[in-house]
């Protein structure tokens, strides 16, 4: 073993495949790749995600309280990424990068048509906002497109660099 660099830690413990998140404030929609977010329970299914204080979705989502999170397949990658180094306060990025608004059920912000899955989510925990910036979001609805077969997703390592979903497997397991 060798010591490897706590700034790179993250790397090591990437917790699932990169997303995007969709906001809607005061007539105004915008998506941002967010790769900060983990289940926390199953039903009703929780998501934790961290939103930087930094970021223009950070106030829309503190706001109004609801967001989707729109799952992207290898194909987007491209898009991925340039809406992640994007900022939506003076660009309309669903525009910009070509992506489908759809109209939510249960929530303002939009799907996002490209994307085999999206899950309309509304914030239900804000008390480690302030401190870590940390929302727990219940998912109201969740949408998939069955035309997207076995869909491969994309995972953050850093700098630039992405994992694709690899090979299943199926183990026996006592957990349905």
């Known amino acids: 073993m060798e010591v ?9 413990l990437e917790p699932g495949p990169v997303v995007l998140l ?5 007539g105004k929609t915008n998506v941002m790749a967010l790769s900060w977010h983990m289940m926390v329970e199953f039903e009703p299914p929780l998501v ?13 989502l503190r706001a109004t309280r609801e967001c989707v999170i729109a799952i992207p397949t290898l194909a987007l990658a491209p898009v991925v990424v340039q809406v992640g180094n994007t900022s939506g306060r003076d660009l309309d990025k669903f525009k910009a990068f070509g992506l489908t608004p759809l109209p939510a059920e249960s929530v303002v912000p939009p799907l996002i048509a490209e994307c085999f899955a999206n899950l309309e989510c509304k914030v239900t925990d804000t008390r480690l906002v302030n401190k870590y910036n940390l929302f727990v979001l219940e998912v109201l609805k969740a949408w998939i497109d069955p035309s997207q077969k076995t869909p491969k997703t994309i995972h953050h390592q850093g700098y630039g660099t992405f994992v ?6 199926t183990l026996k397991s006592k957990m349905r």
């Open 22 to 26: 969709t906001t809607a404030d005061k």
């Open 4 to 12: 490897f660099s706590l700034s790179k830690v993250y790397q090591l």
């Open 48 to 60: 934790a995600c961290v939103v930087s204080s930094a970021d223009f979705s950070f106030a829309a």
């Open 164 to 169: 694709v979903d690899g090979e299943t497997i």
